[in-house]
């Protein structure tokens, strides 16, 4: 396979023509806004949570490009049903094993936009710590 | 009289002087269409900025001895060669910057700072770039003055009908307009919003970093009272712009950074400037890269910048019109005659980024993103657009790459 087969394989083209937990969920515990200011892509995330901590319910909204958009539709079904704290602590690479494609710098920012802005959200519901690369999602500041 | 027609640029002849396009890109010939972002370069800039290097290199303004002096020389040479450009009447009022940008943030600075307070209004566009709104709006919001902009229509062209209301709202001090905006190609009736801004009693701005490259600039004509350009669009080296300014304005106003060469006298309790431009040049130059873009200007006037309008203008129509044979294709700005070598597109239900990306093995290097020109998108209803943009050396052939590859990444991604 050409790198530009696989760029766009076959699972990524799914993913991005029927995203997965693609909406709103109206009155969720928690949400927050991402910017890729590259590109001026915007994503939401939305979450509810149930007992404990577990993730019962996680949506996003927004635009972007097909790597977006699809790297984001395999977070939402990554995450569902786990642990906010878990989710939280979540490496990059977890997800990006998941996308399995490779990615130049620049379409890294695109790939994980989602999983910054959900790690927001996660922190905003429930506290849990953020990572450095959640610094100016969402108008956050971090120190 | 016999009236000899110009002679028309060969493009194809002026891609041998570019050493870039001897590589393959992906495999492929490199179809380089983001000059708009910056241009490529020919074996005379890049040789003299080499030359300069092994034959010339000292610091300038500083040593008394051979080889200062020499590249003194030279780097006042290249000053003299961008104020024949813009036609200035005097090198002094030509300041070496970093770049565009640069020269916008020291007018925002040096002259705002001191000029600009509560009651009083500054104008820019919808259109512009980051650069020619960021600086002035920060400026405004810090000295209380209020900020503007004068809109666009449908077309991306501005709405000089506003101009009363916004002179009515308050005292206008200073107004920024592009010449040719980087995003949509539309080339701004300057002269006329410069001659209105002057009977607000305003400073006129004009950021001219797109137009350089594709058009003659007159500042005898054009109504700007500061100017601002950057070499790498126009066939020279990263690193190194310029700001023109009225003499008597810069002479009024304080320098933007301070240190060596911009001084003349340092005591303990008080520091004067030195003459123009040096004022506003602290610490050690861009020498290499000045020079070098001493050497594009020369490059550019040999072509002649008349011929190079007129090339990009028909490019610039003719992918209008095979954009405009898809009805998956939303294009946007003015119609050709009103443009230069840039035209934005959409192609429908795909995100710009993947174009881009999809293009790129194709050899086609185009810009998808905002184009530092977020309110420009908000007022289009995007988020992002696809550009290509043109310049002495693209080929029609180009273009046709370009229309292919878009059928492309629809088939891959629709
Ligand atoms: C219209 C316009 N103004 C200003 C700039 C800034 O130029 P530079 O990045 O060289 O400072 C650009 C470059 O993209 C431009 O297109």
Redesign the interface.
């Known amino acids: 396979m050409?790198?530009?087969d696989q760029?766009?394989r076959e699972v990524i083209?799914d993913h991005?023509k029927n995203p997965r937990g693609h909406g709103v969920i109206e009155g969720a515990d928690a949400e927050a806004d991402g910017q890729n200011p590259?590109?001026?892509?915007?994503v939401s995330i939305y979450v509810s949570f149930g007992e404990d901590d577990t993730i019962e319910d996680v949506k996003f909204s927004g635009?972007?490009?097909?790597?977006?958009?699809a790297s984001t539709s395999m977070l939402m079904e990554m995450v569902k049903g786990r642990s906010a704290h878990e989710v939280a602590t979540m490496s990059k690479d977890d997800l990006l094993e998941e996308v399995g494609i490779p990615l130049t710098p620049i379409?890294l920012k695109?790939a994980l936009l989602g999983l910054w802005t959900l790690k927001v959200a996660l922190h905003k519901g429930k506290g849990t710590p953020l990572p450095e690369e959640a610094a100016g999602l969402d108008d956050l500041s971090l120190n | 009289m016999a009236v000899t027609a110009k002679p028309k640029l060969d493009a194809q002849k002026l891609r041998a002087d570019f050493p870039i396009f001897e590589q393959l890109v992906h495999g492929k010939p490199l179809a380089y269409l983001d000059s708009a972002v910056t241009s490529q370069k020919p074996r005379y800039v890049l040789d003299a900025l080499l030359n300069f290097y092994e034959t010339s290199y000292g610091n300038v303004h500083r040593g008394v001895y051979w080889l200062s002096e020499r590249a003194t020389a030279e780097f006042e040479a290249a000053r003299d060669k961008v104020r024949g450009f813009v036609n200035a009447p005097s090198a002094k009022e030509v300041i070496f910057t970093r770049n565009a940008t640069e020269a916008l943030n020291l007018v925002a600075y040096a002259w705002g700072w001191d000029n600009l307070g509560p009651g009083d209004t500054v104008v820019v566009t919808e259109l512009e770039h980051h650069a020619n709104f960021v600086p002035f709006q920060f400026i405004a919001q810090r000295t209380g003055a209020t900020f503007k902009a004068i809109p666009i229509d449908g077309a991306g062209e501005l709405q000089l009908d506003a101009l009363d209301g916004l002179a009515a709202e308050g005292n206008i001090k200073l107004v920024a307009v592009g010449l040719i905006s980087n995003s949509l190609g539309t080339i701004n009736p300057v002269e006329k919003i410069a001659a209105w801004a002057h009977e607000q009693g305003a400073v006129m701005v004009v950021d001219a970093a797109q137009a350089a490259p594709h058009k003659a600039i007159d500042l005898q004509t054009l109504g700007a009272d500061f100017l601002a350009i950057s070499a790498h669009k126009m066939c020279g080296p990263s690193g190194v712009g310029a700001l023109w300014g009225k003499a008597e304005l810069l002479e009024a106003m304080s320098p933007f950074n301070m240190g060596g060469q911009m001084i003349r006298q340092v005591r303990m309790e008080k520091t004067t400037w030195n003459e123009l431009p040096y004022k506003f040049e602290a610490g050690t130059p861009p020498m290499a890269e000045a020079v070098a873009f001493g050497a594009a200007v020369d490059y550019l006037t040999a072509i002649g910048l008349d011929a190079i309008e007129e090339h990009e203008h028909e490019l610039a129509a003719y992918a209008l019109d095979r954009l405009g044979e898809l009805d998956w294709i939303t294009t946007y700005g003015p119609p050709a005659d009103r443009r230069a070598g840039i035209v934005s597109f959409n192609v429908e239900g795909v995100?710009?980024?993947?174009v881009a990306?999809?293009l790129d093995?194709e050899g086609i290097a185009i810009r998808?993103?905002?184009h530092c020109a977020?309110p420009l998108?908000a007022k289009l209803g995007v988020?992002?657009t696809n550009r290509a943009s043109f310049y002495l050396y693209t080929v029609r052939d180009e273009i046709d790459r370009l229309v292919a590859g878009l059928h492309k990444v629809r088939k891959?991604?629709t």
């Open positions: 050409s790198e530009f760029l766009y083209l991005y590259l590109c001026g892509d915007e635009r972007g490009c097909a790597i977006s958009q379409r695109c | 995100h710009p980024h993947d990306q999809i093995w998808a993103g905002h977020q998108m988020a992002a891959v991604l």
